[in-house]
T-cell receptor, first 113, second 109 residues
Framework: DGGITQSPKYLFRKEGQNVTLSCEQN?????MYWYRQDPGQGLRLIYY???????QKGDIAEGYSVSREKKESFPLTVTSAQKNPTAFYLC????????????FGPGTRLTVL | RKEVEQDPGPFNVPEGATVAFNCTYS??????FFWYRQDCRKEPKLLMS???SGNEDGRFTAQLNRASQYISLLIRDSKLSDSATYLC??????????FGTGTRLQVFP
C-alpha cells in the first residue's frame, strides 16, 4: 500500500529538548514538505525539498531543521530555538512541483511541557 | 488581506440539504486550485481539484471564477459523513500552495 507514514502520532517533550519527527513515503514522489497547523490557522510551510540532498526554507523555518538523504525520508527536527513548538505537524509529498496535488501523512501532535 | 480567505463557519445543515462554500484568493496569477477535506485531528485529504471549466464528482461540484478571484464548492444531498472542515488551497506565482483556514460543516440528522 503506497502512502506516507509519520511517527510518532503523539509526542511529549520537555522545554529545551530537541526532538525529531519522522516522515517516510513510498509513493516515489520527488517533493516532500513539512507544515505545522495551529488552531484557527491555515497550514504553514516550514521546509520543503524537491530533490534528494536539497531543501529550502518555507515561511516559518526558524527553530527547525531538516535533512533529505534519501528520496523516501524527510525528517524534521524541532530545536530548542523554536519559541512555540506545540502544534500539529504534517508531512506531505507530491510529484515534482509544490503546486501539484499534495498527499499528507497522518501527522504528529507535539506537546512541549 | 489574506492570500486565501474562507468563512470559518460553522455551517450547520440538515441531512439532504445543499450547501455551498466560497473561497476568495488575492493573487490573480494563481494557477492551481484545490478543495481538501480535513476531519477533526486528522490530516487533510484531497477532495477535488478545481478546473477552469468547473468540475463535478458525484454530489460535489467545484467552480472557479477567475474574474472575481473565487472558487466555490457545492455539496448536494448532504450526508452526516460530510461533516468536516473544508480547506481551500491555491497556488501562488512561486508555485507554493497557500491553505485557507477552512470552513467547518456540521450535518445534523
Amino acid at each position: 500500500d503506497g502512502g506516507i507514514t509519520q511517527s510518532p502520532k503523539y509526542l511529549f517533550r520537555k522545554e529545551g529538548q530537541n526532538v525529531t519527527l519522522s516522515c517516510e513515503q513510498n509513493l516515489n514522489h520527488d517533493a516532500m514538505y513539512w507544515y505545522r497547523q495551529d488552531p484557527g490557522q491555515g497550514l504553514r510551510l516550514i521546509y520543503y525539498s524537491q530533490i534528494v540532498n536539497d531543501f529550502q526554507k518555507g515561511d516559518i523555518a526558524e527553530g527547525y531543521s531538516v535533512s533529505r538523504e534519501k528520496k523516501e525520508s524527510f525528517p524534521l527536527t524541532v530545536t530548542s530555538a523554536q519559541k512555540n513548538p506545540t502544534a500539529f505537524y504534517l508531512c506531505a509529498s507530491s510529484i515534482e512541483r509544490q503546486s501539484n496535488e499534495q498527499f499528507f501523512g497522518p501527522g504528529t501532535r507535539l506537546t512541549v511541557l | 488581506r489574506k492570500e486565501v480567505e474562507q468563512d470559518p463557519g460553522p455551517f450547520n445543515v440538515p441531512e439532504g440539504a445543499t450547501v455551498a462554500f466560497n473561497c476568495t484568493y488575492s493573487n490573480s496569477a494563481s494557477q492551481s486550485f484545490f478543495w481538501y477535506r480535513q476531519d477533526c485531528r486528522k490530516e487533510p485529504k484531497l477532495l477535488m481539484s478545481v478546473y477552469s471549466s468547473g468540475n463535478e464528482d458525484g454530489r460535489f461540484t467545484a467552480q472557479l471564477n477567475r474574474a472575481s478571484q473565487y472558487i466555490s464548492l457545492l455539496i448536494r444531498d448532504s450526508k452526516l459523513s460530510d461533516s468536516a472542515t473544508y480547506l481551500c488551497v491555491v497556488s501562488t506565482w512561486t508555485d507554493k500552495l497557500i491553505f485557507g483556514t477552512g470552513t467547518r460543516l456540521q450535518v445534523f440528522p
